[in-house]
């Protein structure tokens, strides 16, 4: 492994010896099957390795108590139930390859995300695992292959509405660990029905705290169109989470921006984020003047709004079928009003904004359509990332638009995203090509983390070079 004093002069020459905008790239061709390569862009000092292949949309990552890395698989998106969990093991440390892959569940409703807790008291550890449908959790023990009881649910979702294979516009839950106040907490994000619209389910577009055993639910966001990544960072303070945050789609090419939030994870009325009245251009929140769809408008179905771009079905998701534009602009429900909602308890979805003066400021903002996704932070001082943020920015569902498909990188400091991986999307004679599309990260080192792909199903690892 390199030594810590070629890490300190590569964090020297990182942070310091260039301007910010100049660190140079190096192309890293990597074949992942026969015949077929992918070619990435990373700064001089790191290289890349494919860590990992094969996996059904691989998301994002979680390391269990025993030091192993567990990921989530979603399969495909014309079959929302037969999603996997991976344990990636049998680490090769001169190949820079995971020798084993276990499939530990399968059969299941769209596993984006999953965390392990232990129960100081107990020392009982527990596997949470976001579902489409509900939060469940399974105890975990050291070595585990496959669980060995059955899971408890800890709270249900709503798992119906437009799109790809249903459960709503947005189907991923993501759940998150982190201590609040001195006490742990079981976070869990769940996206908009829609792409702009009133909500009639309060969980939607939201984030809730609850107890490890799920106990005592609250919310404590709303109005996040779709906080896809939710961490707690305890280098940079307690009580809090960061988020990343996409933002609508009927505004056109520019905008709104995508955003990353620092939210308030203490107890209290929870603080709106924006969606659908407010969204973020130069990293400022600005009122929507678009009427609101509603609900009992069943004509706005057929009709196409304009500023909805894609049309022509470039999108890398295929076409969804029967699904017209405007409809993406109707509540889960499609036009119909819902019944019961089973959260009530909760609270109400909060009504639209009349103006923006209370929404938080973001963080920091990406360009239009980027999709924000999973994320990390590299904290130690004698590291060439350190006080970075890395991430990783999907890409816009309509290549074309150019957006995304890189991991960039800032820090508390300095909020400007710059690139960091790039070689994802390209253009030949002005037409996209989608090479891949990263998604998860986890920090595996102070200088080093696996990054997925669940465009390609590969895991890589990035590393200073050796």
């Known amino acids: 492994m390199i030594s810590r004093l070629c890490v300190l002069v590569l964090a020297i020459f990182w942070n310091f010896s260039l301007p910010r905008s100049a660190f140079p790239q190096t192309p890293h061709t990597l074949n992942y099957a026969p015949g077929k390569s992918i070619t990435l862009f990373l700064p001089e000092p790191f290289d890349i390795n494919i860590a990992a292949s094969g996996l059904h949309r691989v998301r994002f990552f979680a390391r269990s108590p025993d030091g192993r890395i567990f990921a989530t698989g979603m399969y495909d998106i014309s079959d929302n139930t037969r999603g996997s969990i991976f344990i990636l093991d049998g680490w090769n440390v001169q190949m820079h390859t995971f020798t084993r892959v276990t499939h530990f569940l399968d059969h299941l409703h769209n596993p984006n995300s999953i965390a392990f807790w232990t129960d100081p008291a107990t020392h009982q550890s527990w596997l949470y695992i976001a579902l489409t449908d509900k939060l469940v ?48 907490h079981i976070f869990i994000s769940v996206g908009s029905s829609c792409n702009y619209c009133q909500e009639h389910e309060v969980v939607r577009a939201s984030v809730i705290r609850m ?15 779709n906080a896809v990544d939710l961490h707690a960072v305890p280098a940079l303070g307690r009580d809090s989470l ?34 659908p009245a407010c969204y973020f251009d130069h990293g400022k929140p600005v009122h929507d003047s678009t009427p609101l769809p509603s609900l009992h408008d069943l004509q706005a ?12 079905g470039d999108s ?35 009504a ?20 924000p996704l999973g994320f990390d932070y590299f904290p130690e001082t004698d590291s060439a990332l350190r006080s970075n943020f890395l991430v990783a920015l999907h890409g816009a569902s309509h290549p074309h638009i150019g957006a995304g498909y890189r991991v960039v990188r800032f820090t508390p400091s300095d ?12 253009f030949q004679s002005g037409k996209p090509i989608v090479h891949g599309r990263p998604c998860g990260i986890l920090r595996v080192g102070p200088d080093s983390f696996l990054l997925t792909d669940d465009y390609l199903g590969l895991v890589y690892f990035i590393h200073p070079k050796q």
């Open 137 to 184: 959790r399974y105890q975990y023990h050291a070595g585990d292959q496959a669980p060995s009881t059955a899971p408890e649910t800890l709270i249900r979702f709503p798992d119906y509405g437009l799109s790809y294979k249903y459960g709503g516009w947005h189907l991923t839950r993501t759940v998150a660990v982190a201590e609040v106040q001195g006490t742990t």
């Open 211 to 225: 107890d490890p055993d799920g106990q005592h639910p609250a919310l404590i966001a709303q109005g996040l169109r």
């Open 242 to 275: 960061f988020a990343t945050n996409m933002g609508d789609d009927h505004l056109g090419d520019r905008l709104p921006e995508d955003t990353f939030f620092e939210l308030d994870a203490k107890a209290g009325a929870p603080l709106n984020y924006g969606w």
């Open 301 to 312: 179905a057929g009709k196409t709004l304009p500023g909805v771009t894609g049309a022509g």
């Open 316 to 350: 890398v998701y295929g076409k969804q079928g029967g699904v017209a534009a405007a409809g993406t602009n109707l509540a889960a429900g499609g036009g119909h009003a819902p019944g019961h909602d089973p959260n009530a308890t909760l609270g109400r979805p909060p």
């Open 352 to 371: 639209p904004l009349q103006n923006c003066d209370q929404v938080p400021a973001s963080y920091t903002s990406f360009a239009a359509h980027s999709s």
């Open 415 to 426: 909020r400007t995203p710059r690139d960091f991986i790039t070689g994802f999307l390209t």
